[in-house]
């Protein structure tokens, strides 16, 4: 073997090292982005192990989503959020339901949905539905009571945070919508 053989082995291992580094380094930034956010919903996630974390916020106003998928050894998170602020027992109001769903309704001879509006990029749902459990909502344009989402349909923008645990798997889903 010559030594440009050994050169480009080293050159390709440094490489891969690089990069997992950058890996490594991008999703521990994310983890301590939701960890952050999972503060301000007034729970300790880190005993959680994140399944996924998504962060498409960047460019010109730094619209986009945030979204992490954490799992839970226990219920001990269960009793965190029962005393938590913000914190309510499913099922969703209307509006956060829209958020994350859609709503479809039928009056008369006329069909309205409505969202959903915190989607993959295939427009389908980030997470299933959740029967037992709590969400949380925060409209973070509000100018008054954060957790009412009466509000947040009715603006050009939203920019709010939903989080559903589910209590029958031990999971909790963290969204964040920037438009």
Known sequence: MSG????KKYMKYIGLML????????SAQTEATVNNYAEKLGIDVSAGDYEEVVDTHGGFHGDGVTFAYITFSDDSLAGEIEEA???NALPMDENVTALIYGVTKVEGNSVYSNGPYITSGDGQPLIPRVENGW???ADRQSEGNIHDSSQVLERASINCTVAVYDSD???LYYLELDT
């Open 4 to 7: 440009g053989d050994g050169m």
């Open 19 to 26: 990069a997992a580094a950058l890996v490594c380094g991008c």
């Open 85 to 87: 602020e913000g914190w």
């Open 135 to 137: 969400y949380y909502f």
């Open 169 to 171: 798997n031990e999971k």
